[in-house]
């Protein structure tokens, strides 16, 4: 996430909330009231936002993660593919020893 898109979700963070302050006053509430549920759905949703990142921390599925997966993934294929025969051959026969074990 580039930082102009964490100032945007910023501003339209606080746009919600006083979108939704404005709301529940409008619906009737006063304004202490009013205040306090737009600030407890604001909460709630950081909170539920905030959650989403955790999880795909604690799973490893973050940018940075894919990233160096895709480039050791690489470097290895690269390291394949420059395998001569008989090293491959000798890979293979190490390979299938280890499979018999």
């Known amino acids: 996430m580039r930082r102009i898109d964490v100032f945007i979700i910023g501003i339209v963070v606080f746009a919600i909330g006083g979108a939704g302050y404005l709301g529940l006053q409008l619906a009737g509430l ?3 009231n009013a205040g306090i549920w ?3 759905i604001l909460v709630a949703i950081i909170l539920g936002w905030s959650s989403t990142y955790i999880f795909r921390v604690a799973n490893k599925n973050m940018t940075y993660d ?3 997966k895709e480039y050791e993934d ?3 294929q690269k390291r394949f593919d420059d395998l001569t025969p008989e090293e491959l051959a000798k890979l293979q026969a190490e390979i299938e020893q280890e499979r018999n074990k």
Do not use: G, H
């Open 30 to 32: 006063d304004d202490i």
């Open 38 to 40: 737009s600030q407890l």
């Open 66 to 68: 894919q990233q160096r």
């Open 74 to 76: 690489a470097v290895l």
